[in-house]
């Protein structure tokens, strides 16, 4: 037997012993699943990942927006799709970690039925207040907030979502009482914020730094563990020096996951193909306009972060009593 022969044979023979799921995989396009509306942060960094990962792959990758439910429509969608690897998630914290502890009676279980790929980023909220406002350092807050308990207003963008639940941890770390206020999106929770309606909100950066850059809000913090570079001058929350407030953190984790079940060997090469397009300067600097920043890791780094986040987070929903709309 010829040696060309005899390698197109074995090749044949490896094929044949493959699943059935993982010879399908290679000839379907990848869909990216966002489990929200189009021309968002989520949507932003799955079209950039898209378009690096289809030129590493030399292959399709699509985006489809699945929004609804808090992003638990699309969610489950992918985590009963066939794990052939054709169908992915682009999951963060609020869909994988803070969703199953603030929905009750869900379909599906992110930690059970979803796989991690790779993470790729992280994002921080900004504390803003009013620029009217003297209120300028944490500290200041935290003095405000105990001399007139029961009295300040934050806004979110609605309950159970991530500026919310930042402002419980805020509240319970300074053992302070803050009413929260959810708005139907970030630009009205703003737009009352900037004319004094409210006096606090942790809003997502860019539409906050642009109420900021025009003379409205003051920024006093971010939720990050360092400082951001897209705010530079901002102090870190944990930089406030309270005791109370060390080591605090509240970021959203963005990374891409997959159907359990999904082959071992398809998810290692694309968990290293991601973190390549991840790793690239044009990735990162798309990831800085949106006021994140790069965090990379593979499936067990991702997993090991969705677990603390998940308890985490399962605590303050819990004991603020939060619920979703």
Same mark, same amino acid.
């Given at each position: 037997? =010829?040696? !060309?022969?005899?390698?197109?044979?074995? =090749?044949?023979?490896?094929?044949?012993?493959?699943?059935?799921?993982?010879?399908?995989?290679?000839?379907?396009?990848?869909?990216? /699943?966002?489990?929200?509306?189009?021309?968002?942060?989520?949507?932003?960094?799955?079209?950039?990942?898209?378009?690096?990962?289809?030129?590493?792959?030399?292959?399709?990758?699509? /985006?489809?927006? $699945?929004? #609804?439910?808090?992003?638990?429509?699309?969610?489950?969608?992918?985590?009963?799709?066939?794990?052939?690897?054709?169908?992915?998630?682009? #999951?963060?914290?609020?869909?994988?970690?803070?969703?199953?502890?603030?929905?009750?009676?869900? $379909?599906?279980? !992110?930690?059970?039925?979803?796989?991690?790929?790779?993470?790729?980023?992280?994002?921080?909220? /900004?504390?803003?207040?009013?620029?009217?406002? $003297?209120?300028?350092?944490?500290?200041? *807050?935290?003095?405000?907030?105990?001399?007139?308990? =029961?009295?300040?207003?934050?806004?979110?963008? =609605?309950?159970?979502?991530?500026?919310?639940?930042?402002?419980?941890?805020?509240?319970?770390?300074?053992?302070?009482?803050?009413?929260?206020?959810?708005?139907?999106?970030?630009?009205?929770?703003?737009?009352? +914020?900037?004319? &004094?309606?409210?006096?606090?909100?942790?809003?997502?950066?860019?539409?906050?730094?642009? *109420?900021?850059?025009?003379?409205?809000?003051?920024?006093?913090?971010?939720?990050?563990?360092?400082?951001?570079?897209?705010?530079?001058? /901002?102090?870190?929350?944990?930089?406030?020096?309270?005791?109370? +407030?060390?080591?605090?953190?509240?970021?959203?984790?963005?990374?891409?996951?997959?159907?359990?079940?999904?082959?071992?060997?398809?998810?290692?090469?694309?968990?290293?193909?991601?973190?390549?397009?991840?790793?690239?300067?044009?990735?990162?600097?798309?990831?800085?306009?949106?006021? !994140?920043?790069?965090?990379? &890791?593979?499936?067990?780094?991702?997993?090991?972060?969705?677990?603390?986040?998940?308890?985490?987070?399962?605590?303050?929903?819990?004991?603020?009593?939060?619920?979703?709309?």
């Amino acid at each position: 037997m =010829g040696l !060309a022969r005899r390698e197109l044979l074995l =090749g044949l023979l490896a094929a044949a012993g493959q699943p059935a799921h993982a010879q399908q995989a290679a000839g379907k396009p990848i869909r990216i /699943v966002v489990p929200f509306a189009a021309g968002g942060g989520n949507d932003v960094f799955a079209r950039q990942m898209a378009k690096g990962l289809g030129e590493v792959r030399k292959s399709g990758v699509i /985006v489809d927006n $699945k929004p #609804g439910a808090g992003g638990n429509l699309g969610t489950e969608q992918v985590a009963r799709s066939t794990p052939d690897g054709s169908t992915l998630l682009l #999951g963060h914290t609020g869909t994988v970690s803070i969703n199953p502890a603030l929905y009750k009676g869900l $379909k599906f279980d !992110a930690r059970k039925d979803l796989l991690p790929v790779a993470m790729f980023a992280s994002s921080a909220l /900004v504390l803003v207040v009013p620029a009217s406002s $003297k209120v300028r350092t944490v500290g200041d *807050l935290v003095d405000e907030a105990k001399a007139r308990a =029961g009295l300040l207003d934050y806004a979110s963008s =609605g309950s159970g979502t991530g500026g919310h639940l930042t402002g419980e941890l805020f509240a319970q770390r300074t053992g302070t009482k803050i009413n929260h206020i959810p708005y139907k999106g970030t630009n009205p929770a703003l737009t009352d +914020l900037a004319g &004094g309606q409210v006096q606090m909100m942790f809003s997502v950066i860019p539409p906050a730094l642009a *109420l900021v850059k025009g003379g409205r809000l003051r920024a006093i913090a971010v939720t990050s563990a360092q400082r951001l570079p897209s705010l530079p001058d /901002v102090p870190t929350v944990a930089e406030s020096g309270l005791r109370e +407030l060390a080591g605090f953190e509240s970021t959203l984790t963005y990374g891409i996951l997959a159907p359990r079940g999904t082959p071992d060997a398809f998810v290692k090469t694309l968990s290293a193909q991601m973190l390549q397009v991840a790793g690239e300067k044009e990735f990162q600097s798309r990831l800085d306009v949106e006021g !994140a920043v790069p965090l990379l &890791g593979g499936p067990p780094d991702y997993a090991a972060l969705i677990s603390r986040e998940s308890e985490k987070w399962a605590r303050i929903v819990k004991s603020s009593g939060a619920v979703a709309e």
